[in-house]
T-cell receptor, first 110, second 117 residues
Framework: LAKTTQPISMDSYEGQEVNITCSHN???????ITWYQQFPSQGPRFIIQ???TKVTNEVASLFIPADRKSSTLSLPRVSLSDTAVYYC???????????FGAGTRLFVKA | EAQVTQNPRYLITVTGKKLTVTCSQN?????MSWYRQDPGLGLRQIYY???????DKGDVPEGYKVSRKEKRNFPLILESPSPNQTSLYFC????????????????FGNGTRLTVT
C-alpha cells in the first residue's frame, strides 16, 4: 500500500492561493487520491478526490501529474476559516485499507 | 440528518477495565472503519468492515476488537486497555464496496477521546 508524505505545517495570508503537496511514491494502478479537512474537535471531512490530471470543485482543485507519485491540493483565496489540518489519503480499489498521511497544519493569518 | 454517531465523546478509564466505544451510521453504508489519531502520526486505521460479519485488520489492530452484527453499528472493544491506547478515536463509514472508490468519501464521526490511566 502506498505511504503518503506531506509537509507538517504551512502558513499563509488571507486571499492567497495555497498549494499543499502529498507524495505517494508507491501508489498502485487502482489507487485514488482523496483529500480531507479537519477542524479541532471534529472528524475529517471530504474535500476532493481524483485519479489523474486535474479535478476541480467549488472549494478546491486537485492536480495529479502523469506519474501519479504526488498530488497537489490547491485552495484558492484562503480565508481565516480555512485554518485546519489537511490529510491526503490513498485508497485502493483492490483492497480495503486506507492509508492517511500525517496531515498538514495550515494556518491562515489576517 | 446523515451522520456517524460515536459514544461517548470523552472516556477516562483505568488499565485493564474492558470498555466499548459505540459507532452508528444512518446512511446504510457498507464500509465502516475505526481510526486512532495521535500527535504527529495522523490517522491510523485499526479495523474495518466491508459489510455485516465481514471485518479485517488495519495497520494497528493490536489490543482492539470489533464486531459487525448489524449494518449500522460497528463497536470498538478494548478488552484490557493500556495507557498506550490513550488516543482520539474516529469511526467512519462509506458507500465504498471495493469495486470503485470514486465518489465514495469517508464520513467521520466527531471522535471519542479516550484516556487510560
Amino acid at each position: 500500500l502506498a505511504k503518503t508524505t506531506q509537509p507538517i505545517s504551512m502558513d499563509s495570508y488571507e486571499g492567497q492561493e495555497v498549494n499543499i503537496t502529498c507524495s505517494h511514491n508507491n501508489i498502485a494502478t487502482n489507487d485514488y487520491i482523496t483529500w480531507y479537512q479537519q477542524f479541532p474537535s471534529q472528524g475529517p471531512r471530504f474535500i476532493i478526490q481524483g485519479y489523474k490530471t486535474k479535478v476541480t470543485n467549488e472549494v478546491a482543485s486537485l492536480f495529479i501529474p502523469a506519474d501519479r507519485k504526488s498530488s497537489t491540493l490547491s485552495l484558492p483565496r484562503v480565508s481565516l476559516s480555512d485554518t485546519a489540518v489537511y490529510y491526503c489519503l490513498v485508497a485502493s480499489t483492490g483492497g480495503f485499507k486506507t492509508i492517511f498521511g500525517a496531515g498538514t497544519r495550515l494556518f491562515v493569518k489576517a | 440528518e446523515a451522520q456517524v454517531t460515536q459514544n461517548p465523546r470523552y472516556l477516562i478509564t483505568v488499565t485493564g477495565k474492558k470498555l466499548t466505544v459505540t459507532c452508528s451510521q444512518n446512511m446504510n453504508h457498507e464500509y465502516m472503519s475505526w481510526y486512532r489519531q495521535d500527535p504527529g502520526l495522523g490517522l491510523r486505521q485499526i479495523y474495518y468492515s466491508m459489510n455485516v460479519e465481514v471485518t479485517d485488520k488495519g495497520d494497528v489492530p493490536e489490543g482492539y476488537k470489533v464486531s459487525r452484527k448489524e449494518k449500522r453499528n460497528f463497536p470498538l472493544i478494548l478488552e484490557s486497555p493500556s495507557p498506550n491506547q490513550t488516543s482520539l478515536y474516529f469511526c467512519a463509514s462509506s458507500t465504498w464496496t471495493g469495486a470503485s472508490s470514486y465518489n465514495s468519501p469517508l464520513h467521520f464521526g466527531n471522535g471519542t477521546r479516550l484516556t487510560v490511566t
